[in-house]
Structure formats: structure tokens, C-alpha cells
């Protein structure tokens, strides 16, 4: 493991083997989330178009549930209107539906 001391007196050359060598693979895991497009074949929770029952009650709930998630996405997004940094986090639009499987 390389240990670096000062930010100036560290070469490139050692700088540039320590993230070749996997040294810092969680930063470039965090690096390529953080930084991959919006969209894709992502799907906000809630958005699946998937149809797992065919009962009525289970499709009013599955509605609902659609409703309410509509709802709360509204309410954090008129929250968020006058700060500074938005809290978007939990808001459902950029939640993925896969995380939820």
C-alpha cells in the first residue's frame, strides 16, 4: 500500500501505479456510478410496466401505491424549490425500481 505524505513531494509515476494497481478500485467504482448518464434502462420505482397480477385488487393497490409515489415526488420536489442543495435522495423519480427487487 502506498502511503503519501504530502501532496507535492509524491511523484506522478507513483501516483499513476497506485490507481493502475487497484489501489484505489472503490474510487474508481464510486467515479464511474457517479459519473455514468441519466437515463439508460433505468426505471424510477414505481415505473415498471411489468404485470404481475391479474386480479382487480392487486391492480388498485399496484395503482395506488403509483399514485402515492407520484404524490410524495411532488411534495419533495416543491420542498426542495427554495434550498440551496435539493434533497433528492429518497424522492421516488430517482430512486431505481431494481434496487426494490
Known amino acids: 500500500m502506498v502511503i503519501f505524505t ?3 513531494s509524491t511523484p506522478l ?3 499513476h501505479s497506485w490507481i493502475i ?3 484505489c478500485q472503490m474510487l474508481r ?11 439508460g434502462s433505468a426505471v424510477p420505482l414505481g415505473g415498471s410496466a411489468e404485470q404481475h ?5 392487486p391492480m388498485e ?3 395506488r401505491f403509483r399514485d402515492d ?8 420536489r416543491a ?3 427554495g434550498l440551496k442543495l435539493p434533497y433528492v435522495y429518497l424522492d421516488p423519480a430517482t430512486v431505481e425500481d431494481s434496487v426494490t427487487r
Open 29 to 39: 467504482w464510486v467515479c464511474s456510478v457517479l459519473l455514468r448518464p441519466a437515463g
Open 13 to 15: 509515476l507513483t501516483m
Open 21 to 23: 494497481s487497484g489501489g
Open 79 to 81: 420542498r426542495n424549490v
Open 53 to 57: 397480477f391479474t386480479e382487480a385488487v
Open 61 to 63: 393497490m399496484a395503482a
Open 69 to 76: 409515489l407520484k404524490r410524495l415526488s411532488c411534495d419533495i
Open 6 to 8: 504530502h501532496r507535492r
